[in-house]
């Protein structure tokens, strides 16, 4: 494992023997992956991720974003190769030889111990396919991969008996083709179950977290946002003029990494939570934004049933903006910007978020397809967090942009409640 600080490459004996420090700088190794269960990490592969997510240091982000951006890269470095096709193939070859030599004694070992191998791939991969541990995408990979090589089967399994004119050989393949074929294509059409679940357990990245931050620096780590009851003190010159634009999150964190990032800054807009976050500016903040009778409102929330209700809350309750009082656009998370990613995004599932879909208030379940509802009430929800800093900025970026020519042929923005209303949604997200 190279040291971080010198790049040196330290065996595990040398590591050993300088009591976890490199030998060459002393610089102390954070973690030891031969001692690790499970998922194993490495102080440059944590390294690495903490200099790309916040950009080579140059964005702040919180600790649910990077604990996302590590579950993610861990899935992508560890897919599978035994549920694809050329797994299958090479795994064919060999045992296919040995069933091969046993065929020379009774073709219907032959024919049994292919069935055998065979049946114990499709089904590992089957189950392979429907494990929320896999992302949707890979999940999909190896549905695909019970579709070709059922007709990789069908294929030389009916060409072989024939040639052999073994009947036996022709149901078997048949019938582990077909199966092969109708398992790929089930799982390809399932498109609602698309929920996941975490590789790294949470306690687990906390632990490495604090080990870090104890030996290293993590100047862009964002801590949980802590706010006090004390208004700060604005001058009359500043308080006299308004925004434009107010993004309104619904969770402080989301509002915190957005700050930080001079988000409010770059593109001269008030950030909030829909808590009251940062509560020592929000009141004087509340009374610029009321000034301007041109207010558009952009809406960024989780994809949840909490979530989603942000807009209405906006719109219903007297300390936000009643009675149509300013242009409201939700940038999304949305169900159905979810259903048009094709399993892009990474979705999870809870039975919590389930009873809330459930509980929806006809204004909000009015504005959701049959389809969207359906989804939330299997307990999906994506957070805001699974995006990187990188990403999010952007679609956000994006969402204010595409909003400068409401109601135009280029506008990316559907206008909600008929023509009378002032809630607009993005068609989609990023």
């Not at 890979?138 to 007709?151: D, M, P, S, V, Y």
């Not at 500043?238 to 988000?263: G, H, K, M, T, W």
């Not at 900025?393 to 280029?410: C, E, H, K, T, V």
Request: charged share 20%; glycine share 6%; aromatic share 10%.
């Amino acid at each position: 494992m190279k040291c971080i600080k010198c790049g040196t490459d330290n065996k595990l004996k040398d590591r050993t023997a300088w009591g976890r420090r490199c030998f060459k700088c002393r610089h102390p190794f954070a973690f030891e992956p031969t001692t690790m269960t499970g998922v194993k990490i490495t102080d440059p592969m944590f390294a690495k991720a903490i200099a790309d997510i916040s950009v080579n240091d140059t964005l702040f982000f919180t600790p649910q974003q990077l604990f996302y951006f590590l579950d993610q890269r861990w899935k992508l470095k560890n897919v599978d190769f035994l549920h694809t096709v050329e797994g299958y193939t090479m795994i064919n070859i060999p045992f296919g030889f040995l069933a091969a030599l046993w065929a020379l004694v009774s073709l219907d070992i032959f024919i049994f111990g292919m069935l055998a191998i065979n049946s114990f791939l499709v089904w590992k991969t089957f189950v392979a396919s429907r494990s929320a541990k896999h992302l949707y995408k890979h999940r999909q990979i190896f549905a695909e991969t019970l579709q070709n090589w059922g007709k990789i089967v069908l294929v030389c399994g009916i060409g072989i008996s024939l040639l052999s004119s073994s009947y036996l050989l022709f149901l078997v393949s048949c019938g582990l083709g077909i199966s092969a074929i109708y398992l790929g294509t089930r799982e390809i059409e399932n498109k609602p179950a698309n929920s996941q679940k975490f590789t790294i357990d949470s306690n687990q990245f906390q632990g490495w977290l604090n080990t870090w931050t104890e030996i290293n620096s993590l100047t862009k780590l964002l801590p949980p946002p802590r706010d006090t009851n004390e208004n700060a003190a604005v001058s009359s010159d500043v308080s006299a003029y308004s925004f434009d634009r107010l993004v309104v999150c619904d969770r402080p964190e989301i509002a915190q990494f957005l700050i930080a990032n001079n988000f409010h800054f770059e593109n001269n807009c008030a950030v909030l939570s829909i808590t009251g976050y940062p509560q020592s500016i929000f009141d004087t903040t509340m009374e610029m934004l009321r000034r301007n009778p041109d207010l558009k409102v952009y809406a960024l929330h989780d994809c949840s049933p909490k979530g989603i209700g942000l807009v209405n809350h906006l719109r219903t309750s007297s300390n936000w903006f009643p009675n149509n009082r300013a242009i409201i656009i939700d940038i999304g998370l949305l169900p159905k910007q979810i259903l048009a990613g094709g399993g892009s995004m990474f979705v999870l599932s809870s039975q919590e978020n389930a009873q809330n879909a459930a509980q929806l208030s006809a204004e909000i379940r009015q504005d959701l397809s049959a389809e969207e509802l359906q989804w939330l009430e299997l307990g999906n929800y994506v957070e805001l967090e699974s995006f990187t800093p990188q990403r999010l900025i952007q679609i956000l970026n994006r969402g204010i942009a595409g909003s400068r020519d409401l109601g135009s042929d280029d506008s990316s923005l559907i206008l909600l409640g008929g023509t009378d209303s002032s809630i607009y949604v993005v068609d989609s997200f990023g």
